[in-house]
């Protein structure tokens, strides 16, 4: 290849940034997938299993290893929700707690450092960038017929 293509640059980039935080978390005996879950329950009402995997992006399967593997671990509890009687909450235990506001602790960190590493128009750029990058893979119209280049 002549030049670096985007899809490359993103797995590239989301790879380094992965094996970052994995590196980081296995000190505490943990991953980035349970840190991103950590972060991604409400600390003081929890959250309903069911809006977990749309918020995080994730399948329900792997979702569901991730939370039992939390429950194993007391960083979670599952109660009922009081809204609604089929459905199961997720809550932090203490345990759960501090792991949240450690894994807290670095992502701003990360984010720290990249934001005194790039100006300000810089980072719009690549979020504006990243945006409609996003909207592209989610579309999904860039298989069809008309917009693929008969070189490919």
């Known amino acids: 290849m002549k030049e670096i293509t985007v899809d490359y640059m993103l797995r590239a980039t989301w790879q380094a940034v992965t094996r970052m935080y994995n590196e980081e978390a296995k000190k505490y005996d943990s991953t980035m997938a349970v840190g991103f879950t950590l972060l991604s329950i409400d600390p003081k009402s929890g959250t309903p299993s069911t809006a977990l995997g749309p ?9 569901s290893r991730i939370l039992k593997s939390m429950e194993e671990k007391g960083l979670i509890e599952r109660k009922p929700n009081p809204k609604d009687g089929r459905g199961v909450l997720i809550h932090l235990t203490e345990f759960g707690l501090e792991n949240r506001e450690r894994s807290k602790v670095r992502v701003l960190g990360f984010n720290e ?10 980072l719009n750029v690549f979020f504006k ?19 693929i280049h008969k070189s490919a």
């Open 129 to 147: 960038a990243m945006e409609t990058i996003h909207e592209i893979a989610i579309d999904k119209k860039i298989f069809e017929k008309n917009k």
């Open 55 to 63: 918020k995080m992006g994730m399948e329900a399967t792997s979702l």
């Open 113 to 122: 450092s990249v934001r005194e590493l790039l100006t300000e128009q810089e």
